[in-house]
């Protein structure tokens, strides 16, 4: 079956949640991956940390530059990730539609490229 990644993708004008608000975000998303584990959808997931905590390694120049932060210079971030095995691309939207609906922000799916193992 196709794999397909659910991006949990927090808008710049995404004020973050407070404590308990996002307890009950959680436990939301929390039923949601259970659901998926059991309807043998879900292959691997979790929450990142904030972009600032990124470290990017680029190799362009031909040696390897590291730098703190995050690549891209946007205000927009991804909060989270959802690695999906699923039958189509509506199954993948399925899940996205009760991701979005437990966060509460926008979730982009896109296919991996190639034949699914």
């Not at 307890?23 to 998926?36: E, F, P």
């Not at 909060?79 to 979005?100: E, F, K, N, S, Y």
Request: hydrophobic share 45%; proline share 7%.
């Amino acid at each position: 079956m196709p794999h397909y990644l659910l991006t949990v993708c927090y808008p710049a004008d995404a004020a973050p949640p407070q404590p308990s608000e996002l307890d009950a975000i959680m436990a939301r998303v929390d039923a949601v991956n259970a659901d998926m584990r059991t309807a043998g959808a879900w292959v691997f997931g979790g929450g990142l940390h904030d972009a600032t905590s990124a470290t990017v390694v680029d190799g362009r120049s031909g040696d390897h530059v590291v730098t703190d932060g995050p690549f891209l210079e946007t205000k927009d971030m991804v909060g989270g990730i959802v690695v999906l095995d699923v039958a189509d691309l509506d199954q993948a939207l399925g899940w996205a539609g009760r991701m979005t609906d437990a966060i509460g922000v926008p979730i982009e799916v896109r296919p991996f490229q190639g034949a699914a193992s």
